[in-house]
């Protein structure tokens, strides 16, 4: 039951996409399939899990409504899973997925806040593989408040720990928030310029 549930939401994949309105969020083009997704998975909660696969469906309920902006549901369901993490890197990436859906609910210094805790998580524990996430979500957050200098410092970091891992995946979407981070900051140039 599980794997055919991490299948449907690999499916609900094709259907998501990074909106350049909204500071590249991610959004659904299909969200009929997402709801389907939710009433299907929602019910199961009601059945004996393990902890992991617990974990598991939290995370995923919380992931469709955030692409739904169904911040508020998002938010409940990742505190879930973060509850019911078990070790420093489940802690650090549900963190990452709490923040996002902060951002979401527009409570930018909440999500700034969470991802401060999963770095501070990472150096104590001497977890770095979820660095460049962290570098990236807070750059994407610095973005949407305007801090656009810090965001691309961000970016610019990511890119750097990416490029060193060799996953072309993710160095695409690093590549992409750093170019839609410089398009912010010339045009920010252009409107100075026009109103002077």
């Known amino acids: 039951m599980i794997q055919q549930i991490k299948d449907e939401l690999n499916e609900l994949q094709s259907y998501i996409y990074f909106d350049e309105r909204q500071f590249l969020r991610e959004q659904t083009n299909h969200p009929e399939q997402c709801w389907a997704f939710i009433h299907k998975v929602k019910p199961l909660l009601e059945k004996e899990w393990s902890k992991e696969d617990l974990y598991f469906l939290y995370s995923s309920l919380g992931y469709v409504y955030r692409v739904l902006n169904r911040s508020g549901e998002a938010i409940a369901f990742f505190e879930k899973a973060l509850r019911l993490q078990w070790n420093h890197k489940q802690e650090i990436v549900t963190l990452i997925r709490l923040s996002e859906a902060y951002k979401y609910a527009n409570e930018h210094q909440k999500s700034l806040q969470l991802l401060r805790e999963a770095m501070n998580q990472s150096s104590v524990n001497n977890i770095p593989y979820y660095e460049d996430f962290i ?62």
């Open 135 to 196: 570098l990236q979500h807070r750059g994407k957050c610095l973005m949407e408040i305007g801090a656009l200098d810090e965001a691309l410092e961000d970016f610019s970091q990511s890119l750097a720990i990416r490029k060193s891992q060799g996953n072309k995946a993710l160095i695409c979407s690093t590549q992409k928030a750093l170019d839609f981070c410089l398009k912010c900051l010339k045009e920010r140039q252009r409107t100075k310029e026009d109103f002077c």
